[in-house]
Structures are given as C-alpha cells and as structure tokens.
T-cell receptor, first 113, second 112 residues
Framework: AQSVTQLGSHVSVSEGALVLLRCNYS??????LFWYVQYPNQGLQLLLK??????LVKGINGFEAEFKKSETSFHLTKPSAHMSDAAEYFC???????????FGTGTKLQVIP | KAGVTQTPRYLIKTRGQQVTLSCSPI?????VSWYQQTPGQGLQFLFE???????NKGNFPGRFSGRQFSNSRSEMNVSTLELGDSALYLC???????????FGEGSRLTVL
C-alpha cells in the first residue's frame, strides 16, 4: 500500500523567505514522487517529479525537492518566496505499475508581502 | 499539443438529478483518471480507465460511474445527486503506468 502525508495544511511565509513544504510517503517498492500546484479554480499543474534518476529534482518556477529514502521524505523547497507562489501544493506517489496516483491532503501556501 | 479538456466547466443541478461530465485526454494518452475535490475531503480518487477498462477504483458509492471510449475520451456519471456531491471534478490523463498525470481545469458541479 502507498500513502502520502503532508505536514501542515497551511503554511505562511514572508515574501523573499525560504519556502519549505513537507511530504512523507510510504511505499513497499521504490516510488515515483510528484509535486503539483493548484491555483484557485484551476486543475493541478506538475511542478516536478522524482523517478530515481537523481535525488535532487529541480522543477519549474524555482522549486526543487530532495528524495531522502532513509527519511521517506520528499520535501519541496524554494529559496525565495514570491507573491505568485501563493497556491495549494500537493505531493503524490505511485509505487508500482498499474497503481493509482495517491495524493496528500495538500498544503496551502500564503505569501505575506 | 492540446491539453486535457473537460466539459462543461460549470454546472448547476438539483438533488435527485443526474449529471454526465466529459473528458478528452491528451492525444496518445490511454489512461484517464477522475478525482473529486472538496474543501472538506480534499482530493479523492474516483476511478481510472485504461484502454476502455476500469483498472482502479476509489471508495465511492455506485451512483458514481464512468466509462472510456475507443478514442480514450471518458465520461463520468453521477446519478441521484446529493448536496454532498457538490465539488470540483478533475480529470487527468497520463502516458504510462508511472507517468505523471496531466490535469484538466475541472468541472465545477453545484447541487442545490
């Protein structure tokens, strides 16, 4: 079975500050991991994905995530928050063929000017 | 390349009615998944179709059903609508079994 836990349903950061959104997963086999972003009244957009090629994954809009097998984590970071980063972020996992994609409960990021 | 297209974008129904939502995946994508998103329950998986066959299913009552056509387009149907069915319904397609999902903009259903 696979699952995803996102710590913190709401995170607030100041503009220019570090963004850190946490994601832990459970999987019985090496996973594929994803981060998605959702702006109001829109669908989800892929930020980045981990597919075992490299542990540090760079995505769009300056975001990156590091896969840590020992910690079963895949936290999302961005060095400097921008107002346009305010959105909801979802971590997701697939842990094998024919598996559905399992999403975390999401983290709403607020950026304070 | 066109993205995932969902129709209609917005609709209003009354309790007891039924609704059909449509999804056209990205060309070449054979897998289509449906999700329900509500403020209280978050993003919940409904079902996934691959080559016209349902291969994964979430924990929703039988009122929720879907199908996929030979051209990979998919529809989902909700019968006997309840107030709690008000939600954003998202469709997503992907290439392979471990590929990322590409989402449409969703169909927002309001049940009165």
């Amino acid at each position: 079975a696979q699952s995803v836990t996102q710590l913190g349903s709401h995170v607030s950061v100041s503009e220019g500050a570090l963004v850190l959104l946490r994601c832990n997963y459970s999987s019985s086999v090496p996973p594929y991991l994803f981060w998605y972003v959702q702006y109001p009244n829109q669908g989800l957009q892929l930020l980045l994905k981990y597919t075992s090629a490299a542990t540090l994954v760079k995505g769009i809009n300056g975001f990156e995530a590091e896969f840590k097998k020992s910690e079963t984590s895949f936290h999302l970071t961005k060095p400097s928050a921008h107002m346009s980063d305010a959105a909801e972020y979802f971590c997701a996992v697939i842990s094998g063929g024919y598996q559905k994609v399992t999403f975390g409960t999401g983290t709403k990021l607020q950026v304070i000017p | 390349k066109a993205g995932v297209t969902q129709t209609p974008r917005y609709l209003i129904k009354t309790r007891g009615q039924q609704v059909t939502l449509s999804c056209s995946p990205i060309s070449g994508h054979r897998s289509v998944s449906w999700y329900q998103q509500t403020p209280g329950q978050g993003l919940q998986f409904l079902f996934e179709y691959f080559s016209e066959t349902q291969r994964n299913k979430g924990n929703f009552p039988g009122r929720f059903s879907g199908r996929q056509f030979s051209n990979s387009r998919s529809e989902m149907n909700v019968s006997t609508l309840e107030l709690g069915d008000s939600a954003l319904y998202l469709c997503a397609s992907r290439t392979g079994d471990t590929g990322e999902l590409f989402f449409g903009e969703g169909s927002r259903l309001t049940v009165l």
